[in-house]
């Protein structure tokens, strides 16, 4: 059993490039979301998913898309790299039902932006 | 606004002693807390939660916690600390209203010392 599974692990990029930052979980989860962790400043949530087809802006969706076109795949997109998102990204999932249940988490991508 | 705070950015306790790290909330309506644990170039791992019912919540690996509604608090404890304890652990409440956005602390910092 997979879990979630985010690539690459690892990725540097030059400003103003463009990236996907993938995330696929086999656990059949209905809600998808992808966080950024900053030293000091915990996980913030940047979009996240209900269902394919559905998705939604959290705390700092600036200059990231996602899209969802399967209950597996929630892709994150970089359109155009900026030093401010360095960062370790992750990806989370979380089966439909009781508003209790915890969020699996992917092993993260560090993306540095250079 | 829904919000956590981990006031302490590292705690330092010898192997065999009792650990707490510390976490209070803020939260429109009932509390749905949770702890997490996050061990180097890892994903955040599930260790506990409180939705409801007694205050005192056990979790994996001899963790448990401790809501407490006047206090807004959730501290997380363990009875005799280990080497192998030491990771960053995360405290994290769901959004009132939104089942899907979660906020997390700014992370805490466990080291234990033989």
């Known amino acids: 059993n997979a879990g979630v599974t985010q690539t690459p692990k690892f990725q540097v990029l030059k400003t103003g490039q463009s990236m996907t930052l993938q995330c696929a979980q086999d656990m059949n989860h209905e809600y998808m979301s992808w966080y950024r962790q900053d030293p000091g400043m915990g996980l913030r949530l940047i979009h996240y998913s209900v269902g394919a087809g559905i998705t939604d802006q959290g705390e700092v969706p600036n200059g990231y898309n996602v899209s969802r076109s399967t209950t597996e795949d929630f892709p994150l997109r970089l359109l155009s790299a900026a030093p401010s998102q360095t960062s370790v990204y992750f990806c989370a999932s979380r089966p439909e039902g009781t508003p209790g249940t915890e969020a699996f988490f992917g092993q993260g991508t560090r993306l540095t932006v250079v | 606004a829904q919000s956590v705070a981990q006031p302490e950015d590292q705690v330092n306790v010898a192997e065999g002693n009792p650990l707490t790290v510390k976490c209070t909330y803020s939260?429109?309506?009932?509390?749905?807390l949770f702890w997490y644990v996050q061990y180097p170039n890892r994903g955040l791992q599930f260790l506990l939660k409180y939705i409801t019912g007694d205050n005192l919540v056990k979790g994996s690996y001899g963790f448990e916690a401790e809501f407490n509604k006047s206090q807004t608090s959730f501290h997380l404890k363990k009875p005799s600390a280990l080497v192998s304890d030491s990771a960053l652990y995360f405290c994290?409440?769901?959004?009132?209203?939104?089942?899907?956005?979660?906020?997390f602390g700014s992370g805490t910092k466990l080291n234990v010392k033989p």
């Open positions: 994290a409440v769901r959004d009132a209203y939104n089942f899907n956005k979660f906020y």
């Open positions: 939260v429109s309506g009932n509390p749905y």
